[in-house]
């Protein structure tokens, strides 16, 4: 069974497009995060949602944008594609409260390729 | 601020032979310390993780790592590496409570398995 899935798990595009990315766990944790992995493999959070509410916001252009319409799933979506935006993407989930807190599962993660 | 910094950005070991990847970071409070693997063109897997307790954590796949507080290290080792550990490995740190785990990642060190 899929514990963090991604879909879909490539995405290539045009500049100036609007997409939209999926993620979903399995694991019954109450926090979800995206994650962005630039072409000389950083890591860098973008959002996290805690029982679909907001509570990391980092310094992101407003052109993303976070959705999670339940603590199962959080969405990305990204308006007005930039050749920058090219990069992976990773969805992960924890469960803050209890045991094991804030111990990160991450999915298989979304190669975006704008062109 | 908290930081990771990982200052081997490539490694290259011989099968069977021992591996130490070095990590260390810079937190304000008591760390919660990870290190992830990523194999190519997957996700991020957990090899293990430390927060309090025994210094020497143990992993999956034989790995242990060691927490130093008096010198800010985390470092990852192994006895015998083996070709399928050709990966790149990422240290991350980050807060053990609060309502999210702002994940703080290192730049990766990419091993490289000779047979």
């Known amino acids: 069974d899929t514990a963090v899935s991604q879909t879909p798990k490539y995405l290539v595009t045009q500049m100036g497009n609007d997409k939209s990315i999926k993620c979903e766990q399995n694991?019954?944790?109450?926090?979800m995060y995206w994650y962005k992995q630039d072409s000389k493999k950083f890591l860098k959070i973008m959002f996290s949602?805690?029982?679909?509410?907001?509570?990391i916001n980092e310094t992101v252009p407003n052109r993303f944008s976070p959705k999670s319409p339940d603590k199962a799933h959080l969405n990305l979506h990204i308006n007005s594609l930039e050749l920058g935006d090219s990069a992976v993407y990773f969805c992960?989930?924890?469960?803050?409260?209890?045991?094991?807190?804030?111990?990160?599962?991450f999915g298989p993660g979304t190669r975006l390729t704008v062109l | 601020a908290q930081s990771v910094t990982q200052p081997d950005i490539h490694i290259t070991v011989s099968e069977g032979a021992s591996l130490e990847l070095r990590c260390n970071y810079s937190?304000?409070?008591?760390?919660?310390l990870f290190w992830y693997v990523q194999s190519p063109g997957q996700g991020l897997q957990l090899l293990l993780k430390?927060?309090?307790?025994?210094?020497l954590v143990q992993g999956i796949k034989g790995f242990e790592a060691e927490f130093k507080r008096s010198q800010s290290s985390f470092n990852l080792r192994k006895p015998s590496v083996h070709w399928s550990d050709a990966a790149e490995y990422f240290c991350?740190?980050?807060?053990?409570?609060?309502?999210?785990?702002?994940?703080?990642f290192g730049t990766g060190t990419r091993l490289q398995v000779t047979l």
């Open positions: 992960a989930s924890s469960q803050v409260r209890g045991g094991n807190r804030n111990e990160q599962f």
């Open positions: 694991l019954g944790h109450d926090t």
């Open positions: 949602y805690n029982n679909k509410e907001l509570i």
């Open positions: 937190y304000g409070a008591t760390p919660y």
């Open positions: 430390y927060f309090s307790g025994d210094t």
């Open positions: 991350a740190v980050g807060p053990y409570t609060g309502t999210a785990s702002k994940l703080t």
